[in-house]
């Protein structure tokens, strides 16, 4: 059993809670999920003290922030059955990113510009979401992560908005002479890898970030950051 401790108060995550979380993680059972519900009322207060932060392992800080995060933002994942387009801001789409740390930068960047959802293609138990959190900072409660796979973005264009991948790809063509459509989503792929093959076949354009100097690669979320203030620079225009 693991203590944590807020003033004289002791607050305790048993063994069984955890076993919960991860039942949950495969089964999606909502009996389950009403279990973790309460296990999530008993440790709130703790999960927020600094002994909380700095004292408990790993996956335990993952159990708090996972099951506050599904209270509070109404994390989701996506099967494309109940898309409803937003008529004023793009959407960001992550293909399978490597770190939590890019994640959160992307989801401050959202919250930076009004965006509300960022979608992840992947599996939300393959991220760190306490580090997810540490780097969104603010945006953290603002922006939704709803996660999808593949093949839920054929929705995107059955609603008539065009996937722009953000890409050094053949027929990709330099983000500076390209003039964003008033409904779009872009796609940016893997930190290692770049956008999947399956991903980009679905994408109708894609974009590529011009750089002079010698050092040739981009940080996904440096990137994010040059295209979506692209965009916001021809919105003000």
């Known amino acids: ?4 401790h807020k003033s004289s108060t002791k607050f305790k995550i048993c063994k069984s809670c955890i076993n919960r979380y991860f039942l949950y993680i495969c089964t999606r059972n909502a009996k389950i999920a009403q279990l973790v519900e309460h ?3 008993k440790v709130g207060v703790a999960g927020s003290s ?3 932060r700095s004292k408990v392992p790993d996956y335990i800080r993952d159990f708090f922030y996972f099951y506050k995060m599904k209270v509070q933002t109404g994390n989701i994942f996506f099967d494309g ?9 793009p959407y960001i789409i992550l293909d399978h990113p490597k770190t939590p740390e890019n994640i959160g930068s992307i989801m401050r960047l959202a ?6 959802e960022l979608f992840i293609i992947g599996k939300e138990e393959d991220y760190r979401l306490s580090k997810v959190k540490k780097a969104s900072s603010t945006a953290w409660g603002l922006v939704k992560l709803i996660f999808c796979n593949t093949e839920s973005l054929i929705e995107f264009n059955n609603e008539g908005i065009p996937l722009i991948a953000i890409e050094t790809c053949e027929n990709a063509s330099n983000i500076y002479n390209f003039n964003f ?9 893997n930190e290692a890898y770049g956008i999947s093959e399956n991903t980009l076949k679905l994408c109708d354009k894609a974009l590529f970030i011009p750089l002079p100097g010698k050092v040739k690669s981009m940080n996904v979320s440096q990137a994010a ?3 979506m203030f ?4 021809q919105t003000c225009q």
């Open 81 to 89: 059955k109940s898309f409803k387009p937003n008529d004023q801001l």
């Open 181 to 189: 459509p008033e409904k779009f989503a872009i796609v940016l792929g």
């Open 39 to 41: 296990d999530l009322a």
């Open 1 to 4: 059993m693991i203590k944590t």
């Open 50 to 52: 600094p002994v909380f």
């Open 230 to 233: 692209e965009w916001y620079r």
């Open 111 to 116: 919250g930076n510009l009004g965006i509300r």
């Open 225 to 227: 950051t040059a295209t």
